[in-house]
């Protein structure tokens, strides 16, 4: 079945440590999008890629950084300069024309400790 | 800007009622609106996609509306059952920039 697999489901950061939390989807969708929910705010858009090898800030993206060097692989570097990166995180994709709507994984859990 | 309000925040009923929850945006230039469900600790699972040329879109008890020119969704759910219970997310795609902006989800409790 296709669908968008996010890895790992738990992760814990240290203080000062950049972390790598990894989004690959197999529905041959061209875009991909990173959102973090925290409670009471809803999801905040991070990151988004149209295209291969292209991508841009979303409205949260400070402490953050990603790639696309594969259509199918969105991973989310969440850096030392994330000053608050305890978080739910959340990655998307769909299809280049939004007449078929977002897909959703099943997200990555990042605490600091 | 985009500002999508969902209300109310939260909702208990007892089951086997008929309920709606409510969905509004500040710009009608919208290509989509989307309706998903969130359980605790996990991802989004899409309901219905409504596209901007459609009034309502419909899947098994689920029947989602959309008016545009007021600004404003409505989820009506049939007969709720308790496993139900979850939080409702709409997002509408902005036209242009082919992004989803959320509201912040009303929490449905389905009491036994």
């Known amino acids: 079945d296709g669908g968008i697999t996010q890895s790992p489901k738990y992760l814990f950061r240290k203080e000062g440590q950049n972390v790598t939390l990894s989004c690959e989807q197999n529905?041959?969708?061209?875009?991909m999008y990173w959102y973090r929910q925290d409670p009471g705010q809803g999801l905040r858009l991070i990151y988004y890629?149209?295209?291969?090898?292209?991508?841009q800030k979303g409205d949260i993206a400070e402490g953050y950084s990603v790639s696309r060097e594969k259509k199918e692989s969105f991973p989310l570097t969440v850096t030392s300069a994330q000053k608050n990166p305890t978080a739910f995180y959340l990655c998307?994709?769909?299809?280049?024309?939004?007449?078929?709507?977002?897909?959703f994984g099943s997200g990555t859990r990042l605490t600091v400790v | 800007k985009q500002e999508v309000t969902q209300i109310p925040a939260a909702l208990s009923v007892p089951e086997g009622e008929n309920l709606v929850l409510n969905c509004s945006f500040t710009?009608?230039?919208?290509?989509?609106l989307q309706w998903f469900r969130q359980d605790p600790g996990k991802g989004l699972t899409s309901l219905l996609l409504?596209?901007?040329?459609?009034r309502e879109q419909t899947s098994g008890r689920l029947n989602a509306s959309l008016d545009k020119s007021s600004g404003r969704s409505t989820l009506y759910i049939a007969a709720s059952q308790p496993g139900d219970s979850a939080t409702y997310l709409c997002?509408?795609?902005?036209?242009?920039?082919?992004?989803?902006?959320f509201g912040q989800g009303t929490r449905l409790t389905i009491n036994p």
């Open positions: 529905l041959n969708h061209d875009a």
């Open positions: 998307a994709s769909s299809l280049d024309s939004p007449n078929y709507g977002y897909t």
């Open positions: 409504i596209q901007s040329s459609q």
């Open positions: 997002a509408v795609i902005i036209q242009g920039a082919q992004k989803l902006v």
């Open positions: 710009d009608s230039a919208i290509y989509n």
């Open positions: 890629s149209q295209i291969v090898n292209d991508f």
